[in-house]
């Protein structure tokens, strides 16, 4: 089992920046490929960003490119999103999710990649 715990969020304006971590604990972080995901109000869990666990490769969405870094420290056991010029359309709440992966690129972008999740940690981004 992994346990997660994001942390980080909170309010801030549009333009402004906000660092996310998620805190794992319960198995060999450094094995384990991680993403973040978000969802609005009234809509479905979008994808946000992944990172393999070498921290090596790494993917974002498209609405978040340019202004998101995903991060890690395996020392730390910890994953990081870094996130600049926010806009009031990143409010949501944003959530860490993890996989056990063997290689050491692979990052999932889907949900269904993920096995474990956090609780999550509401951003909301005023204008």
């Not at 309010?11 to 971590?21: D, E, N, T, W």
């Not at 949501?92 to 474990?116: K, L, N, P």
Request: net charge neutral; aromatic share 14%.
């Amino acid at each position: 089992q992994v346990q997660l715990v994001e942390s980080g969020g909170g309010l801030v304006q549009a333009g402004g920046s906000l660092r996310l971590s998620c805190a794992a604990s319960g198995r060999i972080f450094s094995t384990y490929a991680m993403g973040w995901f978000r969802q609005a109000p009234g809509k479905e869990r979008e994808f946000v960003a992944a990172i393999s666990w070498s921290g090596g490769s790494s993917d974002y969405a498209d609405s978040v490119k340019g202004r998101f870094t995903i991060s890690r420290d395996n020392a730390k056991n910890t994953q990081y999103l870094q996130m600049n010029s926010l806009k009031p359309e990143d409010t949501a709440v944003y959530y860490c999710a993890a996989r056990f992966s063997q290689s050491s690129t692979w990052y999932g972008s889907q949900e269904t990649h993920y096995d474990y999740w956090g609780q999550g940690t509401q951003v909301t981004v005023s204008s």
